[in-house]
């Protein structure tokens, strides 16, 4: 990141170098490698992984005016505090001038739309499996991974051990839709507590949310499921930073909820949730309500799959049909839109809120084996409980083998590399002011 080079220049500028003389710590580690991939892989791999997942890819993050821009960099620059005060905006206009020579930031005044100002860089995304947790026969690890896998109960979005085996991708995939929306969301000098709703086994919330927030930031995580509150306390637990309580989003009794005592909330994140809720319009209600005047809530759906297709073509399947009579509770809201931005920009915008972005651009997420994609699938499924024991099996086949067909599952399986198994969706993604 040119951000880098910019520190680099002026640690031999004889008015910065006094501040900056340990430079180099400040530095990414691969900042100067000639190959990041092949040394992070490489890393990973002699730490005991199995990488499944590694490459650099051009980033941009964008801005809706320079002033915003500038404190955001202000706010990551290390060396701003040893400045004396009569000499930090020099310093900070000598960072910011360098790093537009260098084309680390750029703007683009349209003549309709607001100018935007972006920053550049390249950014490395990995994912990896520890490897004992897996591969290792006869390990703990290794025998829970079995004992689940093979588990004969499941119960619709109950079960957190089957679903955090398989959700990695569907928490890096929430990094990456925060990670786009972080510079554009408003923090006030006392940020206010915030929520994520249908938080799910916690991962996003300790992993994704906790370390983004500013300092002090009190973040409060809730789910519908006792069990996967359960599973959060026990794995996800980060004291004095999360607090993990029970909540229905659609509750009507909003105010008589454990969450209620923590309102108003500066932001509530409602990621992957409202695809499982049919009452969208309760949802985005009590969210409203949650919400300090001013704040903001960002929301991700899937807006449709071939997950539901399936369903609803098994649901007139008469092996099936009788575990299936109520499928349209299950089906996203938006399965069958004619236009989902448009139908969740109304839905936003007569329940008080100023829509600030609302996309829908297709996703795929991608799982090391076939046997974690069916496991992640088994963790989703909301049907499976009701079907006997000895059907189970012929169930799941029929769900797989219907997606493929609707081209909703695929895999690759190259030559040198793992194979790779996908899952494809459409999906929302939302960003809305209370008005
Ligand atoms: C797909 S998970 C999403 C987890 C996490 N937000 C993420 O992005 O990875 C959906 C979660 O929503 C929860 N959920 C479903 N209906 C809910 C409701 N009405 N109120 C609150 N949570 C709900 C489920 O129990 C599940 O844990």
Known sequence: MVFYTAFEEMAKDSRWARYMQDVEEFVSPYQHSEDPVSDFRQLLQSEGYQVLHC????????????MQRRDFLKSVCPFLDRVPVDQKDNFLDDWLQRMEKLNGLSKVVGSSEEPKYYIHFNM?????????????????????????AEQEVYTSMDKPDLYNLGCAPLTLLAAKQVDELWPVLTWPRQPLPVLDIGCGPGDVARKVLAPRLPPGTKLVAC???????????????????????????????????????????????????LHWVPDNRRAVQNIQKLLVPGGEAVFSIIANMVFYTAFEEMAKDSRWARYMQDVEEFVSPYQHSEDQVS????????????????????????????????????SVCPFLDRVPEDQ???????????MENLNGLSKDVGSSEEPKYYIHFNIMVAMARKL
């Open 55 to 66: 490459d650099v890819a051009p980033q941009v993050l964008f801005f809706p005016s320079e």
């Open 124 to 148: 490395m995304v990995a994912m990896a499996i520890k490897l004992h947790q897996h591969l290792v026969p006869g390990c703990e690890e290794d025998r829970l991974l079995t004992s689940l």
């Open 392 to 402: 189970k099996d012929n169930f799941l086949d029929d769900w797989l083998q219907r």
């Open 223 to 273: 789910d519908i499921s006792t069990k996967m509150l359960e599973f959060c306390r026990q794995h996800n637990a980060l004291p004095g930073t999360i607090t993990y309580e029970q909540l229905d989003v659609v509750q009507p009794d909003l105010e008589n909820s454990a969450v209620w005592q923590y309102a108003p909330f500066g932001k509530v994140f409602c990621l992957l949730l």
């Open 343 to 378: 139908d969740f920009r109304q839905l936003l915008q007569s329940e008080g809120y100023q829509v600030l972005r609302c996309d829908v651009a297709p996703q795929v997420l991608f799982f090391p084996s076939e046997m974690q994609r069916r496991d992640f699938l088994k």
